[in-house]
């Protein structure tokens, strides 16, 4: 059992560069989350989802957009990186209020 | 808005000593409350939770946590700490929506 499963682990990018980070879970949770984790500011979250088709702001969305087609996929887009968006990007889902949390993609922006 | 605060951000303890680390949460209702362990490079696994009921709160690997209302506090306790729990420590609270909100953490050094 997988779990919750990103890719890529890693990437640098340029500034003005785009990429996604793909979210893949395989426990049929309805809610998916994207938070980013930098030292000493804990993990923030970025954008959520509470089913397929669904997506909404959370406490840092700009500069990020996301999509959720389907149940066990949700995709966090960056369409234009800055330095700002280095950092160590988390997704989780869950069912009941736990979160089940994914190893981290590690972002630097160049 | 739901908030928690870790007072702590390093906490030094001695192997087999004992192990508190401070939680306090912002929230008007019953809360529902979390303790998250991150190794190195690794991500988050769930130490415990609470909902309601018994206010004392069992977890992983010999973890426990005290919901105390009147001071609006979610401990996280250990009697005797190894060298493999040093590791960053997060308290969560569940927010009106869907997710969670997450203290800054507090990090954990275990010395021999």
């Known amino acids: 059992n997988a779990g919750v499963t990103q890719t890529p682990k890693f990437r640098v990018l340029k500034t003005g560069q785009s990429m996604t980070l793909l979210c893949a879970q395989d426990?049929?949770?309805?809610?998916m989350y994207w938070y980013r984790q930098d030292p000493g500011m804990g993990l923030r979250l970025i954008h959520y989802s509470v089913g397929e088709g669904t997506t909404a702001k959370g406490e840092v969305p700009d500069g990020y957009n996301v999509s959720r087609l389907k149940k066990q996929n949700f995709l966090l887009g960056l369409e234009s990186a800055a330095p700002s968006q280095t950092s160590v990007y988390f997704c989780?889902?869950?069912?009941?209020?736990?979160?089940?949390f994914g190893e981290g993609s590690r972002l630097t922006v160049l | 808005a739901q908030s928690v605060t870790q007072p702590d951000i390093h906490i030094t303890v001695s192997e087999g000593a004992s192990l508190e680390l401070r939680c306090n949460y912002s929230?008007?209702?019953?809360?529902?409350l979390f303790w998250y362990v991150q190794s190195p490079g690794q991500g988050l696994q769930l130490l415990l939770k609470y909902f309601s009921g018994d206010t004392l709160v069992q977890g992983i690997k010999g973890f426990e946590a005290e919901f105390k209302r009147s001071q609006s506090s979610f401990n996280l306790r250990k009697p005797s700490v190894h060298w493999s729990d040093a590791a960053e420590y997060f308290c969560a609270v569940k927010n009106s929506g869907y997710a969670l909100n997450f203290g800054k953490g507090t990090s954990l050094l275990v010395t021999p």
């Open positions: 929230y008007g209702a019953t809360p529902y």
């Open positions: 426990m049929n949770h309805e809610y």
């Open positions: 989780a889902s869950s069912f009941t209020g736990e979160l089940f």
